[in-house]
């Protein structure tokens, strides 16, 4: 269980683990931003760069990483195979019908190649870096701004920590409850698409009940503890922008510049 | 005192959902993400017709499951937002009609409209062909919304779903 609690998560104590997840969580997404600014060889080149140094950095063998393309390698090689394919222009090496392959096709299958590897490397990284409750942390503090906007921050953020609190109850509650209607003849992967279908019946209704009738329960614990509402609450644990943090924004800003010269040279 | 315990009691069962959510999709992991993307979980999806809560309780829960998509970042954007709007479009229309049968027939149609979001998501990152992986991602959301349906109409005869 708490394999699925923790997600990916490889825990560690690198600079990367080290950093605010509010920062990491940041970058990732501006990483991916800058991604589609590459249009040539040595843009891509210094993407990969960067990459493979945080990638050091982060003291993570670089199998993880595979492990988290294999999933899309068939989207991969379908879209790639496509730009090969049906991309014109350049030289022509090859023409049958409306497929060639031209120059600029292959060109530009390797750069869709990239920008997937690219993308995947770096959401991987998050997640193998940062424990999901973290990410939480992270975007609930983020979306603290929004608030101005009546947004419920605070209502949002309670639900995200009380729903990862209870994944993995949950997940124990649906095998054991699984369990029990098998010893009672239920069979889950054997049958008919509608028979699979009515097995799940069973399941899901006990699962809905209990986690309603939890959810009585968990309110009337809390009240006890004196909640109410998310107004004036503390946390127990609080992030703090380190000098590392804004090292690794410099570092980001200068990949910012680099890809921008490489850009229009 | 009373309404404040049942709003709080409102936002546990959406946490809870949530968490159903993530279980559903964390258990069937092997065709819950990427192209073809058959995600049984999505069958929940429906709930949003029977109260509001359920909206957030699957925006949130589909930003949990999609931490551990392979996409990342980029799917937690995609995805939940477009649950969120697909869900609320759906529990807004759903209000216009009073069968059960009827509000769930609307969030079929929805959510496997909705998909667009996912297909350009892939085509931005990809250049996959829009319309072929729009084709490929509304089939799988259509086949888990209508199992989902049935499946749901089932369950809110047994529990009620709208308290």
Same mark, same amino acid.
């Given at each position: 269980?708490?394999? $699925? ?10 600079? $990367? ?26 843009? &891509? ?49 090859? %023409? ?14 390797? &750069? ?37 906007? %009546?947004?419920?921050? &605070? ?6 920590? $009380? ?72 946390? &127990?644990?609080? %992030?703090?922008?380190?000098? %590392? ?21 | ?15 809870? @959902? ?57 799917? @937690? ?19 216009? @009609? ?66």
């Amino acid at each position: 269980m708490n394999k $699925i609690l923790l997600g990916r998560y490889l825990p560690g104590s690198s600079l $990367i683990h080290r950093l605010d997840p509010r920062a990491k969580l940041l970058l990732s997404f501006y990483f991916i931003i800058i991604i589609f600014l590459a249009n040539n060889w040595s843009s &891509y080149f210094l993407l990969f760069f960067f990459m493979a140094l945080t990638i050091l950095l982060a003291k993570i063998k670089i199998g993880f990483f595979w492990k988290g393309v294999r999933p899309l390698i068939w989207l991969i090689l379908f879209t790639v195979v496509l730009q090969i394919f049906f991309s014109t222009g350049g030289t022509v090496y090859w %023409h049958w019908g409306i497929l060639s392959v031209t120059s600029t096709g292959l060109v530009s299958g390797i &750069y869709v190649f990239c920008r997937f590897v690219l993308i995947i490397f770096m959401s991987t990284l998050l997640t193998l870096t940062t424990p999901p409750l973290e990410i939480a942390g992270a975007m609930e503090s983020l979306l603290k701004p929004l608030k101005k906007v %009546h947004f419920p921050v &605070y209502e949002v953020s309670l639900m995200l920590s $009380i729903a990862l609190r209870f994944v993995p109850t949950l997940m124990d509650e649906a095998l054991k409850i699984m369990n029990a209607q098998r010893s009672r003849g239920v069979n889950f992967d054997q049958g008919s698409l509608m028979q699979r279908l009515k097995a799940v019946v069973p399941l899901l209704i006990p699962l809905f009940v209990s986690a309603f009738n939890r959810a009585e329960d968990l309110a009337t614990a809390m009240e006890a503890r004196g909640y109410h509402g998310g107004e004036g609450r503390t946390k &127990y644990r609080v %992030h703090q922008w380190l000098y %590392h943090d804004t090292l690794s924004c410099l570092a980001f800003l200068a990949l910012t510049i680099g890809m921008l010269l490489l850009r229009n040279w | 005192m009373d309404n404040s315990h049942q709003k709080l009691v409102g936002l546990i069962k959406a946490a809870l @959902v949530a968490a159903i959510y993530v279980v559903l999709t964390i258990a069937l992991i092997m065709f819950s993400y990427g192209p073809v993307q058959f995600r049984l979980s999505e069958m929940l999806n429906n709930l949003a017709v029977f109260h509001k809560r359920y909206v957030w309780a699957l925006t949130l829960g589909c930003v949990i499951a999609n931490l551990w998509s392979s996409l990342g970042a980029v799917d @937690v954007i995609f995805g939940s937002l477009e649950t969120f709007l697909m869900t609320g479009i759906s529990y807004l229309l759903s209000k216009l @009609v009073k069968k059960t049968w009827q509000k769930l027939a609307i969030a079929v149609v929805i959510c496997t409209f909705s998909m667009w979001i996912i297909a350009l998501e892939l085509y931005v990152i990809s250049q996959a062909p829009f319309w072929a992986t729009y084709l490929s991602v509304a089939l799988g959301e259509l086949g888990s919304m209508i199992l989902g349906a049935i499946l749901i109409g089932i369950i809110s005869t047994k529990v009620d779903l709208t308290k």
